[in-house]
């Protein structure tokens, strides 16, 4: 059935290390989102995508990269450059601003 | 700047209590507003939405949202409050121009005391 999957559920980084999170969905939309959770500070967008090979900067992707082969897939990395990487991630698909579609979220712990 | 504010961190309800959750935005033009809920460890499922027409919309789980646009608020509500309802509420309006996306409120953290 549609949805929008996230994988894995939980990811555990090594100081230094790159790490790949995986966002799939089969909606069919052309946006894609990723947005960063912290306790009391709502979501954060990180990077976003209107189209295929397209991709813009968010509030907050500094240490972060994307990249958008296909349109089902919008995988993020969280790279040694983001200093405080462990949070919540969540990916989001989306026609226009109309309404946005979540996945179930990686918890990402630096070890 | 769009922005959104929920006064309140955390709200301790009863159970069959009802429930109103503050939104306040600020956005230049007409908003698209929206209330997600978001279990524990779980992603975001939309309760409603607002784009135009009638100033009280109706969600799922028995929630209602009142948009007022000369207060600047879309605040949720539910006249009984169940235990199933514990959550965090995230308030969130769209945001136009250049790229689309939505903007999040920090969050409200429900409890409900049986």
């Known amino acids: 059935d549609g949805g929008i999957t996230q994988s894995p559920k939980y990811l555990f980084r090594k100081e230094g290390q790159n790490v790949t999170l995986s966002c799939e969905q089969n909606?069919?939309?052309?946006?894609m989102y990723w947005y960063r959770q912290d306790p009391g500070q709502g979501l954060r967008l990180i990077y976003y995508?209107?189209?295929?090979?397209?991709?813009q900067k968010g509030d907050i992707a500094e240490g972060y990269s994307v990249s958008r082969e296909k349109k089902e897939s919008f995988p993020l990395t969280v790279t040694s450059a983001q200093k405080n990487p462990t949070a919540f991630y969540l990916c989001?698909?989306?026609?226009?601003?109309?309404?946005?579609?979540f996945g179930q979220g990686t918890r990402l712990t630096v070890v | 700047a769009q922005s959104v504010t929920q006064p309140d961190i955390h709200i301790t309800v009863s159970e069959g209590a009802s429930l109103e959750l503050r939104c306040n935005y600020s956005?230049?033009?007409?908003?698209?507003l929206f209330w997600y809920v978001q279990s524990p460890g779980q992603g975001l499922q939309l309760l409603l939405k607002?784009?135009?027409?009638?100033?009280l919309v109706q969600g799922i789980k028995g929630f209602e949202a009142e948009f007022k646009r000369s207060q600047s608020s879309f605040n949720l509500r539910k006249p009984s409050v169940h235990w199933s309802d514990a959550a965090e509420y995230f308030c969130?309006?769209?945001?136009?121009?250049?790229?689309?996306?939505?903007?999040f409120g920090a969050g409200t953290r429900l409890a409900v005391h049986p």
């Open positions: 989001a698909t989306g026609s226009g601003i109309t309404e946005a579609f």
């Open positions: 909606l069919n939309h052309d946006a």
């Open positions: 995508s209107q189209i295929v090979n397209d991709f």
């Open positions: 956005y230049g033009a007409t908003p698209y």
């Open positions: 607002y784009f135009s027409g009638d100033t």
């Open positions: 969130a309006v769209g945001a136009a121009g250049g790229y689309n996306k939505l903007i």
